[in-house]
């Protein structure tokens, strides 16, 4: 066979060759997953175009390497932008509770998936709607309830092709976290503290198998919403072994009750929605003062006097969305181990795993004020 013969077999081989591997190849390129609200999400694997509607998504995107795929993000993420300065460029499609975002704006920038809150308080009841007939999948992630965290980081990281450093990024966390609920699992349930968590609205409660909840248990305490006070706020569509419970409670029932601890969500309001400068969570010009102020209206309320956390001046206030309500929920941990147990936990520091937190994942320095007091 002469050496022209040879070659035209041999490039018609490999041309046959790659022609009947590209089926098999195309096949590998998708994958099914199944998010937190138990919809199978087929998508292609690993993910190039992602938009998100949930900061905390972006928060563990970024952890984990993938800030590049992002081509659209929420209001807060932009806001929150000496956390995220890879994201002051990125298109704004939306706030991730309250109006509608914007379905146009996302379509246009062709995600080939979209991610949201699956908690009902941050639901978008049309969006899966809305980004069918674009062909656009939607992604129901949390990302800051223990109990589905690490499953919910594990999506993130099998979504982006990164999940050696999504089982890393969860270890960090759960490391931590078992360390302190080892040291209160012998804890009697006559002993344990008694908590109380708040939402950003007054007497609106974090209840069984919400993220707070989850906390104040991990922490050793016992949540008063066990002793099912209060109307549970229930949402279209969704049972409480989907979302946990959410309950308005009288203020007379949390005085009978008197909790040991309290704990309030705060959140800027008027910096958030008026685009004003962040001086709360991440910012190097922090202000305590409206930390101060939620602090005092919880304990100068009609009657609180009388519970134990008043008399104690065991209230504190988190940052929402920033530490006890975020993917750094094990560090809002380690402050709830230590209001509820102060002498049990005197050598944990929360602060210092935060600083290294921030430093790990992020490559940022610690500044700004995230609990008071």
């Known amino acids: 066979m002469s050496k022209k013969i040879f070659a035209g077999a041999m ?18 390129k998708n994958v099914t997953i199944v998010d937190s609200l138990g919809n199978e999400v087929e998508m292609p694997h690993p993910v190039e175009r992602i938009a998100s509607l949930n900061p905390l998504a972006v928060e563990v995107i970024c952890a984990l390497g993938g800030e590049d795929k992002l081509v659209g993000v929420d209001y807060f993420t932009k806001w929150n932008s000496e956390f995220n300065p890879t994201m002051r460029n990125k298109p704004l499609i939306g706030y991730p509770m ?43 992630l949390d990302l800051y ?35 302190i609920e080892e040291r209160v699992k012998d804890i009697p349930t006559e002993e344990r503290v008694k908590g109380y968590y708040e939402w950003i609205v007054p007497y609106f409660a974090f209840g069984e198998g919400t993220g707070p909840y989850q906390l104040i248990t991990m922490a050793g305490g016992e949540d008063i919403f066990q002793k099912e006070g209060g109307q549970v706020v229930t949402f279209p569509g969704f049972t409480r072994e989907k979302c946990g419970a959410y309950s308005l409670i009288s203020p007379e029932w949390i005085v009978e009750q008197s909790p040991q601890v309290m704990i309030k969500d705060y959140m800027d309001n008027r910096g958030y929605m008026m685009g004003g400068p962040k001086t709360v969570g991440y910012t190097s010009k922090p202000d305590v003062n409206p930390l101060k102020g939620t602090r005092n209206e919880i304990m100068n309320r009609h009657g609180f006097k009388e519970i134990d956390a008043v008399k104690n001046g065991n209230v504190h206030v988190f940052v929402i969305w920033e530490l006890a309500t975020s993917p750094r929920w094990s560090v809002g941990l380690g402050y709830m181990a230590k209001w509820c147990y102060p002498d049990k936990f005197k050598d944990l520091d929360p602060q210092a795993f935060h600083r290294e937190w921030l430093k790990k994942w992020h490559g940022l320095e610690y500044k700004g004020v995230y609990a008071y007091p």
């Open 145 to 179: 309830k223990p109990n589905t965290f690490a499953g919910e980081v594990s999506i993130l990281g099998q979504t982006l092709g990164k999940e050696e450093r999504a089982k890393d990024y969860i270890d960090f966390a759960q490391s931590y976290a078992n360390e």
């Open 98 to 140: 309250g109006m509608p975002p914007n379905y146009e704006k996302i379509i246009d920038l062709n995600p080939q998936v979209v991610i949201s809150f699956a908690d009902p308080l941050f639901f978008y009841p049309y969006l899966e709607d809305m980004m069918r007939s674009a062909g656009i999948k939607v992604l129901r």
């Open 11 to 28: 490039l018609a081989f490999l041309i046959l060759c790659a022609l009947l591997s590209v089926p098999q190849t195309a096949a590998q």
